[in-house]
């Protein structure tokens, strides 16, 4: 089972890739990640400030904010969809072609969502198709993200694993930067009204550019040689995800409680927290975006930093180090969070966003490492999407419920929870050879 991750996947394939190749294979897997959290920012920021007044009928703006929240989620109950359908094919006719598929269905979505008449307009038609092309854009980014780390330490060279894996986990402080900064960029340069009839839709057709970058660069790579001396010796598996749920389910739970904690502090502390300051702090939504965008930068330094002490002293210790240091951040929410002020409000972001960085950073290498090639694909996708919905899906709706039950600090207990359910998966590992 978990022992599964004592091999060294990319040092194993024995066929090494030029400086220029393994350049092109980087930016591959860091494009399709960028693209994911600049779709899925440009939605929760959207969620946060206009979609309950654009798709729902209105009516109290706090169930309208709900009514937006929960459509965030729908996209995350699809990407588990996503990951066994991309990761099927991913482990049965290659990686390259399906990650090149899986961004044309990301992409599609993420564009429609940006031509799509208001609930004034079309009524309860509106909504509906939200929430279709928010699951279809669920479905291409569930299998998004495990291509693309396996994309990248497929080929790492050995002993770099954790920093290859590390490229993936930098596309979401990057598309995280490009998507507060063009909703920054609108709201400055826009009027409310203008921004709240058509701006907000700008970021979302702008998504096509970036994803015809991406299919460019995945288009001109290669398969990865471990995949292709899996195929040499034979090693296709029927029905993968069947193999992962009846000899691998306990990597697949280890890994995807593993991953809870990243979502939600993330997504706590974007999404949960732009709503929170705009709306009961009064903080305009231009500054509290300002913030935002200084806050990633300190998860963009934490990333890397974490991918080489990954290497260095194994990913285990580093996400159980990581995990211990967000459960004590959620005591720290209310406080930050709570007092109104710009710079506390900052500091916590800063922290949370840092230690976001610090726990997703080695999971690029330690969820491939779980389970063999010839499954790879369909239990690193399935744990990471599955992660997804527990810490994710509903971070944001269940935030807004806890903060209206009991204020920030039982909002500060959600992320407590998560760290430590994370902390107890990475422990329970009894193998992470292979990072």
Wanted: include cysteine.
């Amino acid at each position: 089972m978990a022992g599964n991750a004592g091999a060294s996947p990319a040092s194993t394939s024995g066929v090494p890739q030029t400086r220029g190749g393994l350049g092109r294979i980087v930016l591959a897997s860091l494009i399709g990640t960028t693209i994911e959290f600049y779709d899925f920012y440009i939605y929760g920021t959207a969620a946060a400030l206009v979609i309950g007044k654009t798709f729902f009928p209105a009516s109290d703006p706090g169930v309208q904010t709900l009514n937006a929240f929960l459509t965030f989620g729908i996209a995350f109950i699809a990407r588990p969809i996503g990951s066994i359908l991309f990761g099927h094919f991913g482990d049965r006719i290659g990686r390259k072609s399906t990650l090149v598929a899986s961004m044309l269905v990301m992409g599609l979505s993420t564009t429609l969502i940006g031509a799509l008449p208001t609930y004034e307009a079309a009524g309860v038609l509106a909504p509906i198709l939200l929430c279709l092309l928010r699951f279809g854009q669920g479905i291409g980014l569930g299998g998004e993200w495990g291509g693309a780390a396996l994309l990248a330490t497929e080929n790492a060279p050995k002993g770099k694993r954790s920093w290859f894996g590390m490229f993936p986990q930098l596309g979401p402080p990057i598309g995280f930067f490009l998507a507060n900064g063009l909703f920054l960029l609108l709201l400055l340069s826009l009027s409310e009204d203008a921004f709240k009839a058509w701006g907000w839709r700008i970021p979302f057709l702008l998504s096509a550019v970036l994803v015809a970058i991406g299919l460019y660069l995945r288009i001109s790579i290669s398969e990865t040689p471990e995949f292709k001396a899996a195929m040499a010796r034979n090693e296709r598996v029927e029905v993968p995800l069947l193999e992962v749920l009846r000899e691998h389910w306990l990597p697949l739970i280890q890994g995807s409680f593993s991953i809870v904690v990243c979502y939600a502090l993330f997504y706590i502390s974007t999404v949960f927290a732009l709503g929170y300051g705009v709306a009961t702090l009064h903080i305009p939504s231009t500054d509290f975006l300002g913030l935002l965008c200084i806050a990633v930068v300190f998860m963009a330094i934490a990333t890397p930093i974490s991918a080489f002490l990954s290497d260095r002293f194994g990913a285990r210790p580093v996400l159980l180090v990581a995990s211990a240091l967000a459960a004590l951040s959620g005591f720290a929410l209310p406080v930050l969070l709570g007092s109104g002020s710009i710079f506390d409000t900052l500091v916590y972001l800063s922290v949370s966003l840092g230690l976001m960085g610090f726990t997703f950073a080695p999971l690029g290498a330690l969820l491939p490492a779980l389970f063999p090639t010839r499954v790879r694909y369909t239990g690193a996708s399935s744990a990471y999407n599955l992660g997804g919905i527990l810490g994710a899906s509903l971070a944001p709706y269940l935030a807004k419920r806890l903060q209206d039950f009991g204020g920030l600090s039982y909002v500060g207990y959600y992320i407590t929870a998560a760290a430590v359910l994370s902390f107890l998966a990475v422990l329970s590992m009894r193998r992470t050879d292979g990072v």
